[in-house]
């Protein structure tokens, strides 16, 4: 991966390519059509595919406070671009070196002078330089007249909604983890490292680990069918089914927000390794049962109906 600081240093290999820019979050189905288009037209004039980046996104810096919670952490977007087809990727480590250009200049100093693109293609909603003065009318015509090949690839739609991060987002707040999984082209993850929680589960005979330290977006709350990955960890498959709850714990009185999981078949220490959960359907909301034989029934119930899940 490529840090770009500056708008000078830039490195041979990935100059002359065709280049896309933008804030890739999720990298879903949407992207998935873009990268692919310009890793296309990037083989046939026998030059790279350049995927350009931001991190942080623009919008940690300019308004904190709107700053969505990401969908994928920055190495995770790096692979994701990768396996869609960038054969290069670079990240402009955001600053108000960057934020502070205007369009022209970004497409004057960045595109045409740093990146010396062959090609660009973009999405019909790419704005870019301060205040995100040009968009894609303009930078098409900014190409056309210094001889740079453009093109613009249109949005996918699934069940006529308009695939984008922003509705990723909104059905990952509804528990919506399935309709999340169409429009990504795979299921949402999380990662983490294992913590200790209050030992509960051991003692019931469910044993579950603590889920700590997730930088992206966290689920509704309620009861999941998940996968889990462990890196380093034994496993025939290289992941466990796992029973995956989002939120307090009601039947004990207990109400913070955590996430916690019983990964089926699993034996040994998870404490302080990282893991990563991809998230295939919600079961259920979170809510108080009467009593232990209550809630040990239902949580029985959870993980046969996961287990039955990740089967197929």
């Not at 983490?192 to 469910?206: D, F, K, M, N, S």
């Not at 796992?242 to 039947?251: E, K, L, Q, S, V």
Request: include cysteine; hydrophobic fraction near 40%; aromatic fraction near 8%.
């Amino acid at each position: 991966m490529i840090t770009i600081e500056n708008v000078e240093d830039f490195p041979a290999r990935a100059r002359g390519a065709y280049v896309t820019v933008g804030n890739f979050d999720g990298v879903h189905r949407g992207h998935q059509r873009l990268i692919g288009r310009l890793r296309a037209r990037a083989d046939a004039a026998g030059v790279p595919a350049l995927a350009v980046t931001f991190d942080p996104h623009p919008v940690a810096l300019l308004r904190p406070d709107k700053a969505p919670v990401p969908l994928v952490w920055p190495e995770r977007e790096i692979a994701l671009l990768e396996e869609a087809g960038a054969t290069e990727v670079a990240a402009f480590r955001t600053g108000r070196w960057l934020l502070d250009l205007t369009a022209r200049e970004f497409f004057d100093r960045v595109i045409r002078r740093q990146f010396a693109a062959l090609g660009m293609v973009e999405g019909p909603n790419f704005a870019f330089g301060h205040d995100r003065q040009g968009n894609v009318e303009i930078l098409g015509g900014w190409c056309a007249a210094t001889g740079i090949e453009f093109e613009v690839v249109d949005p996918i739609s699934d069940n006529g909604q308009l695939i984008s991060s922003s509705r990723i987002r909104q059905s990952l707040h509804e528990g919506k983890v399935e309709e999340a999984s169409r429009f990504l082209g795979r299921p949402h993850r999380i990662r983490g490292i294992v913590t200790h929680g209050a030992g509960r589960g051991a003692g019931l005979g469910i044993p579950t680990i603590n889920v700590d330290g997730i930088d992206t977006l966290i689920p509704l709350d309620g009861v999941y069918a998940a996968r889990v990955f462990v890196p380093g960890a034994e496993s025939q498959s290289g992941s466990w089914a796992a029973a995956c709850n989002i939120g307090p714990n009601p039947t004990f009185g207990e109400q913070i927000r955590k996430v916690e999981a019983h990964l089926i078949g699993f034996v040994g220490d998870l404490y302080g390794r990282s893991l990563e959960l991809d998230f295939l359907a919600r079961l259920r909301s979170t809510r108080a049962f009467a009593n232990l034989d209550d809630l040990l029934g239902q949580i029985r119930s959870d993980i046969e109906r996961t287990r039955q899940i990740c089967a197929t």
